[in-house]
């Protein structure tokens, strides 16, 4: 009876943790039918071959307003975004540095609104850059500089603690995909077809001082030496928002950033002709974001770029990487399909009724 004792523990432990990982796996949001964005994070590591030429890190500007189907039709360009809802500068800076441990791309893409904020803004953020993160050092890190006052450090590494409470709010949606999940993007790109024309161009107010805070500077500054010791290029972008507004003396200071450090900045706004962006057409909320139309258009000018400026080679010639890819973009075109069918049926998308970015 002595010599199993020991075996009894180690089973109740084994079961109890079990249970608890179980637990946790269904209590946790899992973004599949509402809330897209929250699953973006979590795409990334379903991607089964990591080898892109180019990796977008950024905010909404970046998830909506490029897609990587585009840049592999037009120009035989690989690409994944790694967007997630309000990424704030430490989050795009720790999701490229855990990128790196799978891949090193030829480009990097920032977006650079995040610049505009110096302090954490929303634990409900936080969680949709970080909990799907594997555990790593990155990771710790990025807990560490993420973190709003009153946020739990421990949370992050057991979500348990944070979703324990979320038993009155499971549906369907939960029991569904508690051992599944199916990818919310193409590639990062989160798809809208839907129209909502710029009527109206808000009056920008003045503010009392339009220096970028010492903390983004500092993390621009390690993206751009991440960069470099990964031989890697970087270009940094500014998206064809009207809102939030892009102020001149915000622009100045990424033209001069971009001058002290060899990169190129590109401010879209100024090329809107050149792009092809109308804003009676080509974004669904009244110009914050592009819809499909604006990011194939941001994606054919953006890829010219990179093929003539930057050298990257056409790989549509490999049957192999063309036959994934081909994959990639019948799934693409089937839910422009749906999507469409939505709108001529309920006219609204139904998972993004309830968008929160």
Not at 5 to 20: D, E, G, M, S, Y
Request: glycine share 4%.
């Amino acid at each position: 009876m002595k010599r199993k004792k020991p075996l009894i523990i180690i089973l109740l432990v084994i079961l109890t943790i079990a249970f608890l990982a179980l637990l946790q796996a269904l209590l946790m949001p899992k973004f599949q039918t509402q809330l897209l964005e929250g699953g973006l994070i979590a795409d990334y590591y379903q991607e089964q071959n990591k080898d892109h030429d180019v990796i977008f890190i950024g905010d909404c500007e970046v998830y909506e307003d490029f897609s990587p189907i585009t840049l592999w039709e037009q120009y035989g360009i690989t690409s994944y975004i790694r967007g997630s809802a309000q990424q704030l500068i430490w989050h795009s800076y720790y999701i490229l540095e855990d990128t790196l441990r799978y891949e090193t791309p030829d480009v990097v893409v920032f977006n650079i609104l995040s610049m505009k904020y110096d302090e954490p803004q929303n634990e409900a953020y936080n969680r949709m850059a970080l909990d799907a993160m594997p555990l790593s050092g990155t990771k710790l890190r990025a807990i560490k500089a993420s973190m709003t006052e009153g946020e739990e450090w421990l949370s992050y590494i057991f979500p348990l603690l944070r979703y324990h409470s979320r038993w009155h709010e499971l549906s369907a949606e939960d029991f569904e995909f508690l051992f599944r999940r199916n990818p919310v993007s193409h590639n990062g790109y989160l798809m809208r077809v839907d129209v909502k024309p710029v009527t109206s161009i808000p009056t920008p107010r003045p503010l009392p001082d339009y220096q970028f805070s010492d903390i983004c500077y500092e993390y621009l500054d390690k993206i751009t030496d991440l960069c470099r010791t990964n031989d890697v290029r970087l270009i940094l972008i500014k998206a064809p928002s009207i809102y939030p507004y892009w102020y001149d003396q915000w622009d100045q200071q990424m033209v001069d950033y971009a001058a002290r450090n060899d990169l190129l900045y590109i401010n879209t706004l100024q090329h809107l002709e050149e792009i092809g962006i109308d804003y009676d057409t080509d974004t669904y909320d009244a110009g914050l974001h592009m819809n499909l139309s604006g990011a194939e258009k941001m994606s054919v000018y953006f890829g010219r770029i990179l093929a003539e400026e930057y050298g990257l080679a056409d790989r549509r010639g490999d049957d192999l990487l063309a036959a994934r890819w081909n994959e990639k973009a019948a799934a693409y075109y089937r839910q422009q399909a749906d999507q469409y069918l939505e709108l001529e049926t309920y006219g609204y998308l139904r998972a993004f009724r309830y968008q929160s970015d």
